[in-house]
């Protein structure tokens, strides 16, 4: 009996984890171009909010490096000038484009060196805490 309670409830912890898992944010296209060892990052990604309700992004974490910002750049008196974000929010049935030269996410202390090909693991945190894991290909850049 105590090993059909154990299963049932394995088994409701399981679908729980999945239905959490199940992020309404799709990703298109993430990637990082490659730069020297122990040089900051940038990633960039297309953010498809399929879900019913607009998407807040306030952090970023990976197991690969000491920190993650949101950013964005601006041409301001002939000078493109990069400025943190506090959030990002990303509209219901939307997209939001990170791009070189635009928004994107700055990866800082890295915690090794990287190659082509080699993927970049990122967690992007919403306002509710909610985590939407999505895999950054390092490539050249184009």
Not at 21 to 45: C, H, I, N, Q, Y
Not at 87 to 107: A, D, F, W, Y
């Amino acid at each position: 009996m105590i090993r059909i309670q154990f299963l049932a409830a394995a088994m409701l912890l399981l679908g729980l984890n999945l239905a959490l898992a199940d992020s309404p944010l799709k990703f298109e296209d993430p990637w990082s171009p490659l730069a020297p060892p122990g040089r900051t990052m940038a990633g960039f990604v297309t953010i498809h909010n399929q879900g019913d309700a607009d998407i807040t992004l306030v952090d970023a974490t990976s197991p690969q490096f000491g920190r993650i910002e949101l950013h964005t750049m601006t041409m301001d008196e002939g000078v493109m000038r990069m400025r943190r974000l506090d959030e990002l929010v990303v509209t219901s049935g939307r997209k939001v484009v990170l791009q070189p030269g635009g928004r994107h996410l700055m990866l800082f202390e890295p915690e090794g060196s990287f190659e082509d090909g080699d993927t970049i693991n990122v967690d992007l945190i919403d306002s509710d805490g909610n985590q939407h894991s999505v895999g950054l290909r390092v490539r050249p850049r184009d």
